[in-house]
Nanobody, 125 residues
Framework: QVQLAESGGGSVQSGGSLKLSCVVS????????LGWFRQLPGVVERELGA??????????TYADSVKGRFTVSQDNAKNTVYLQMTTLNPEDTAMYYCAARSGTCYLASSWYNIWGQGTQVTVSS
């Protein structure tokens, strides 16, 4: 059974850091991309906001809005992908999701067909 399970969300003050985790199991493909996306509060859009992605070779890609602040990584032994977030600000408040797709990383949520349930991040000023 394919499953993505996020954790690590919570409340933090502006300027703080959080590290999100996504445990991955049962992916039906060997070449993959694991992406991080977020949905801002009160915003309903067709595409979730892209954050970053990492493929099975370890190549990473980032949205311009988080470059230098967020870092995506993976631990293959633990089947886990991480999102280290630093210098958080209230505009980073959102529900954060990890997602999987076969092949290349694209920073567009519509390319991904396997999703976790999300973890909430709240940044207070």
């Amino acid at each position: 059974q394919v499953q993505l399970a996020e954790s690590g969300g919570g409340s933090v003050q502006s300027g703080g850091s959080l590290k999100l985790s996504c445990v991955v199991s049962g992916l039906p493909f060997g070449d993959y991309c694991l992406g991080w996306f977020r949905q801002l509060p009160g915003v309903v859009e067709r595409e979730l906001g892209a954050i970053a992605g990492i493929d099975s070779d370890g190549t990473t890609t980032y949205a311009d809005s988080v470059k230098g602040r967020f870092t995506v990584s993976q631990d293959n032994a633990k089947n886990t992908v991480y999102l280290q977030m630093t210098t958080l600000n209230p505009e980073d408040t959102a529900m954060y999701y990890c997602a999987a797709r076969s092949g290349t990383c694209y920073l567009a949520s519509s390319w991904y067909n396997i999703w976790g349930q999300g973890t909430q991040v709240t940044v207070s000023s």
